[in-house]
């Protein structure tokens, strides 16, 4: 999670390389390299950022809930995701649009939004330590580890009793 942020706030990267080649040359095929370059990286990172923060949470949802309510649960998890896509994109043109009017310039208006959206992913990252450790274990797995914890512990305690 920690890398997301960074990666993150390199998205504007291939916007200056943009500029830097077009200032520099004209924009000439040859200096164009580096902004499809960092542009591939910088969304083959966003991807696989995406999708292995997308796998935990869903496994997350399916351990907090017994077996009968995961569907319920599921749908219920993926009618937000379905939700904050559509509202995200939306929100986001309308931002664009509100401050492409105020006449910021892009460099300013994009290093704000990246500063924001790194900021919310700390507060997450701040949030996973909060997590009660029994999500890691199964809704209906957690009645017979406790009860194997117990048993063990009564047998260790038997032991020393004994000796």
Not at 130 to 151: A, G, L, N, S
Request: aromatic share 14%; glycine share 6%; proline share 6%.
């Amino acid at each position: 999670m920690i890398i997301f942020i960074p990666v993150i706030m390199s998205c504007p990267l291939p916007h200056y390389f943009g500029e830097l080649a077009y200032n520099s040359s004209r924009m000439m095929p040859s200096s164009s390299w580096l902004v499809w370059t960092s542009l591939i990286i910088n969304l083959g990172l966003r991807g696989i950022m995406s999708t292995s923060i997308y796998t935990p949470i869903m496994m997350f949802i399916n351990n907090s809930v017994p077996k009968t309510f995961m569907g319920r649960a599921n749908g219920v998890g993926q009618s937000f995701v379905a939700l904050t896509r559509t509202i995200g994109p939306a929100s986001g043109g309308i931002l664009w649009s509100l401050f492409s009017r105020i006449a910021l310039e892009f460099h300013y208006f994009t290093l704000y939004i990246f500063l924001f959206i790194s900021f919310c992913a700390f507060i997450i990252l701040l949030a996973t330590r909060f997590y009660h450790p029994d999500i890691e274990i199964p809704y209906d797995h957690r009645e017979d580890i406790e009860e194997t914890k117990t048993k063990t512990k009564t047998k260790s305690k038997s032991k020393v009793v004994s000796s």
